[in-house]
């Protein structure tokens, strides 16, 4: 049986560095066949349309968060992330502003980002990242208010099940297909939380937002895949594999 840890969203510069050490403590010493990434990686807020016309469009800090983000990849052992709503900011904003720059290679998210040189696959669209699994951001269809249920929709939309982030929060729902009693398909859709920090969120109004911090695992075993969601406390602990980690 094979493990894969699925990081979710980090938004870096917004990420949570207690969290995202304590993940990383994890995966070297579970040494996973795969780290894989729901998106959102980088928050790229200065280059946002919701900063266009404020101070944040004048900051100069897009290198300092890019070296960041290739930081936490890097520890974190990332081995595949997908394409996602933050990360699409990059190439949106170079076709709204610069469009003649918009082909140039060294602007491209996987170079840019210097993917390549630190062993991470970037997946342009939902892909199969284990048998019957999709990997998804989880924009690509409706957001619910509850947990599981727009990666859920999705997982019915793909014929797969489904794991994504997008939403901050945690839900692991299924849907059961059956004929004569007898059980032909079941669905998954797990969203796995975010790895933020949300004091750093500043525009969620009063500083709320309905959201939940940590992972998730899936465990493989040929074309069996169990799926698990790991909660984490708000000083980064967490219960997994049968202790805790902080």
């Known amino acids: 049986m094979s493990l894969v840890v699925v990081v979710s969203d ?9 969290h995202v050490e304590a993940l990383e403590r994890f995966i070297r010493a579970v040494k996973p066949a795969k780290v894989v990434s729901v998106g959102d990686e980088a928050d790229f807020t200065g ?11 004048y900051e100069t800090n897009l290198h300092k968060e890019r070296e960041a983000t290739i930081d936490v990849l890097r520890r974190l052992r990332v081995t595949d ?9 990059l190439f949106n904003s ?9 082909h140039l290679p060294e602007l491209d998210l996987a170079h840019f980002l210097r993917l390549d040189s630190i062993g991470v696959t970037y997946h342009r669209k ?17 957001i619910s208010q509850q947990g ?3 990666a859920l929709n999705l997982a019915k939309r793909f014929g797969k ?18 004929m004569n009693g007898k059980p032909t398909r079941t669905l998954w859709g ?5 790895l933020m920090d949300m004091r750093k969120a500043t525009y969620l109004k009063g500083g709320y937002g309905n959201w939940q911090q940590g992972f998730g695992l899936l465990y493989v075993d040929g074309n069996k895949v169990t799926p698990q969601l790991v909660p984490m406390r708000p000083d980064g602990s967490f219960d997994a594999h049968g202790k805790q980690w902080k």
């Open 81 to 89: 992330m997908v394409r996602s709503n933050h990360t699409d900011r």
């Open 126 to 142: 939902p892909t199969e990242i284990v048998p019957g699994w999709i990997l998804a951001h989880g924009d690509e269809g409706n």
């Open 190 to 194: 797990m969203e796995v939380g975010n």
């Open 47 to 57: 280059i946002s349309k919701w900063a266009k016309g404020t101070p944040l469009q």
């Open 10 to 18: 980090l938004q870096v510069p917004l990420h949570s560095q207690r």
């Open 161 to 178: 099940s489904v794991v994504c982030g997008h939403t901050h929060r945690m839900g692991l729902m299924h849907h059961t297909e059956a």
């Open 94 to 102: 170079i076709t709204m502003r610069l469009p003649e720059f918009r």
């Open 148 to 150: 599981g249920v727009t």
